[in-house]
Structures are given as C-alpha cells and as structure tokens.
C-alpha cells in the first residue's frame, strides 16, 4: 500500500493532481479542496490510499491520514466504492461526517448525491460505533459581502490556473445566488465546488 506521496506539484487539474516522486508523476485523485490547496512547483505531502482493481491501480490522496481512514473505513459499507466515498468527502468536511454518522443525521448524509435515505440508514447503523462522536470544527457563514470566504475561494481558484477576474467574478456570482437560508451552511469548500461548476459550465 502507498500511504503517503512527497514531492513536487506538476500539474493541478479539477479531479486529480499530479506529484512527482522519484521522478515518476503520479495522478493523485482527490477533492476540491484538497487540490485547492496546492500549488504547481510547490512540494506537497499527501496520506494516499492506492485502490486495487482488476484493470487499474488508482491512488487517491488526503490532507491528513484522518481523512483517508475515513475514506477506507467508508469503504466498508455494501454498495459504497472509492468514488462515493470520495464524493461524501467532497460534499462534507471530514468532521462534518464523521459526526452525522455518529449521530445519526440523515437529513446531512443525503446531502451526497448518490446517497439515498435506506443508504444514509446503511452508512449508520455500520459505522457509527466504529466513527464516534466528534464535533466538527467552526465554519462561519459565507455573507453578502464574501468576506474571508471569498478571499480564499479566489485564491484557491487562481492556484488552479484561472485568471483572477475569472476567478472573483464566479465566485461573486455564486455568492450572490445564495438565499439567506443556504447561506448559513455555505463554507469554502461547497463555494469552491459550486464555483468550479459555474466556471466548468461557462466553458
């Protein structure tokens, strides 16, 4: 098993980066967040889980080894592969899900495409002895104004090679289709995906 990857950042694409180590690139897939915060021509380290199939070796990476035993442990379920687990990691912090599992929140785990109510249902009764109960860390919500929310978004956008214009003006649209409601649960990590879907879509 590949636990881990260091080295430099070649390329930062929307699903996968690509890292260097001992002179061979290696796609490393992961979510927005993570690849957000990279850089090309920066040195990174990322914990890694490397997916056996029978046609493929897939490696996807994490900002901690936290968050990629989540990722292994989710695997554990019927019916949930890499690309789901991942996908629930995309759309909910690591904290955020290990505590809806805990709990029981469905009404939060179904917010995963993919992941119906008898799902959400499945993922708990499985995993909530074995996750625990942890708190999830302070988001503050995203306001009219952008605020810090904005900045990083913005940053996290130009990291991935877009123009800065481009960049604040996505974001600023994004920001302001949010509804006072959704606001309050908008964090950088669901405005960097919603705004990597406009910016995807305006191509």
């Known amino acids: 098993m590949i636990s881990s990857v260091r080295g430099p950042v070649l390329s930062v694409e929307l699903d ?8 061979v690139g290696l796609a490393v ?19 890694t889980s490397l997916v056996v199939r029978e046609d493929s070796l897939t490696l996807y990476g994490f900002a901690d080894a936290a968050a990629r035993e989540l990722f292994v442990l989710l695997q554990t379920v019927s019916g949930v592969g890499p690309r789901l687990a991942l996908a629930m990691l995309a759309v909910l912090e690591p904290d955020t899900l290990r505590t809806a ?3 029981g929140d469905l009404t939060v785990l179904t917010r995963v495409p993919g992941i119906g109510r008898k799902g959400a249902e499945r993922l708990v009764v499985e995993l909530r002895d074995k996750v625990g109960a942890l708190v999830p860390a302070a988001s503050g919500p995203v ?8 900045i990083q978004v913005t940053e ?5 090679g877009f123009a800065a214009r481009q960049a604040e003006q996505a974001v600023d649209a994004v920001l302001a289709e949010a509804d006072p409601e959704s606001a309050r649960t908008l964090d950088t990590a669901s405005v960097l995906r919603s705004t990597l879907t406009r910016l995807g879509r305006n191509r």
Do not use: F, I, K, Y
């Open 16 to 23: 996968h980066a690509v890292v260097e180590v001992g002179g």
């Open 143 to 150: 306001t009219r104004g952008g605020g810090a929310v904005r």
């Open 156 to 160: 996290a956008l130009v990291g991935l």
């Open 101 to 103: 599992l805990a709990e």
């Open 29 to 47: 897939h992961a979510v927005p967040a993570t690849l957000a915060s990279l850089r090309r021509g920066e040195q990174t380290r990322l914990a």
